[in-house]
């Protein structure tokens, strides 16, 4: 199984120049091929982004637009991964613009990059770099500290250099075998959970977990934030003379107080997207290690958060990304992970798409979610999930999760 480690290094001022220069060469070269597949695509072409690398290689080095005011080329202080995976990345993003629109889903073409738009961040080879405990040798840069080691044994696959919130971060993918990120359950129990925003779920067994609300805690400190970054820019709008919205291609003079002032906000917003991340993966984590099945309410949480009057408390929450979380959890065919039902409330043809007679009772396979069987169940039907596995049946029923044992399942 491939999985991710991100490290946070510090970094001496030497080496977030790099980066940031490293970030910024990434973004520039994926600007360039963006800009070459998209003329080509327009004279009626079919651009290769191996062929547009190849191009770019024969001039990264002598067209004057890749050279410094010295007329040396600068991409010689950069390492090659930096400027050689931006084409790998866009011949994947245009093969899945493609097939999303094959299958006449939702889809958006590759976009330019703009410097304070984007992430910044730039890969890096699994043979270009080493880990040593808590540092890491790092091309260009040399040795660089972690706060903490890797966390798994494996190969390692490669890594990627970002930045968040003016901290830089090591994210190493390394493939683990399966017989050391697999563990047991603790319990056979099956347990339905209902997502809410008074408790962030509550389970069959009348158990309530509070959630930790950290944009509630900090919305306070967040508001004095945004409103004294507000003020900042205001002010420097007004020195420069600018009335209303800044125009296309206008800058403002740079300030080292309003830099400041954006850094510190957004750190408070990856504090809260960190709290709120820790809390969603231990719950889910639990569940999963402690249930042979779990039953859960299918929600339709962009819908939900059109109600102005709930959508702070319910993006508060995360119900989204606890959704998403149980899939990952439970991800893998072997027998002892733990299963997950999905309960809709509305009839199945509203949710599913290309669904065409769906059965009273029956079983529906997504693409999406491999290795799990998901059960549509209208709101006014019953529905029965087979556990041959663990001899245990699901009986769900319309407003509230009931578990018992009952007869063998109506297929």
Not at 12 to 34: E, M, P
Not at 171 to 188: I, K, S
Not at 246 to 256: E, M
């Amino acid at each position: 199984m491939l999985l991710a480690h991100r490290i946070r290094i510090d970094a001496t001022a030497i080496q977030r120049d790099y980066f940031a220069r490293a970030a910024g060469t990434a973004r520039r070269v994926w600007n360039w091929a963006l800009a070459e597949w998209n003329r080509q695509a327009a004279c009626g072409l079919r651009p290769n982004a191996m062929a547009l690398k190849k191009v770019f290689n024969r001039i990264k080095y002598s067209d004057p637009d890749w050279l410094d005011a010295d007329g040396k080329p600068w991409l010689r202080a950069i390492h090659r991964d930096a400027h050689a995976q931006p084409f790998a990345n866009l011949a994947k993003a245009w093969s899945r613009y493609f097939e999303q629109r094959r299958a006449s889903q939702p889809a958006h073409a590759p976009r330019f990059r703009k410097k304070g738009r984007s992430a910044d961040a730039f890969y890096l080879a699994n043979d270009k770099f080493r880990l040593e405990g808590r540092s890491a040798v790092l091309p260009k840069v040399g040795r660089v500290a972690l706060r903490e080691a890797l966390r798994w044994d494996g190969k390692i696959m490669g890594a990627s250099v970002s930045r968040e919130a003016g901290h830089w971060h090591l994210a190493v993918q390394v493939d683990v075998p399966d017989h050391l990120t697999r563990r047991r359950r603790t319990g056979d129990a099956v347990t339905g959970i209902d997502l809410g925003v008074t408790s962030a779920a509550t389970l069959s067994s009348g158990e309530k977990i509070a959630a930790p609300r950290p944009l509630k805690a900090a919305l306070r400190r967040l508001r004095i934030r945004s409103r004294r970054q507000s003020r900042k820019l205001e002010a420097a709008k007004a020195a420069a003379g600018i009335v209303g919205r800044i125009g296309k291609g206008t800058r403002l003079q740079a300030s080292k107080n309003r830099t400041k002032g954006a850094l510190a906000l957004a750190r408070l917003h990856a504090r809260i997207a960190r709290v709120r991340q820790d809390f969603t993966h231990k719950l889910t984590t639990r569940l999963c290690r402690e249930n042979q099945a779990l039953v859960i309410e299918d929600l339709n949480v962009r819908g939900m958060l059109a109600n102005a009057r709930l959508a702070r408390a319910i993006a508060d929450v995360g119900f989204s990304d606890a959704i998403d979380l149980f899939w990952i959890e439970t991800c893998g065919n072997h027998d002892d992970a733990c299963r997950v039902v999905l309960i809709y409330d509305t009839p199945a043809t509203e949710w599913l798409a290309n669904s065409a007679a769906i059965p009273q009772f029956g079983y529906l396979d997504l693409g999406k979610r491999e290795s799990q069987r998901v059960l549509a169940v209208r709101a006014t039907e019953r529905a029965y999930l087979d556990l041959p596995v663990y001899g245990s049946e699901i009986v769900a029923g319309h407003g509230r999760t009931e578990i018992a044992r009952c007869e063998p399942a109506i297929r």
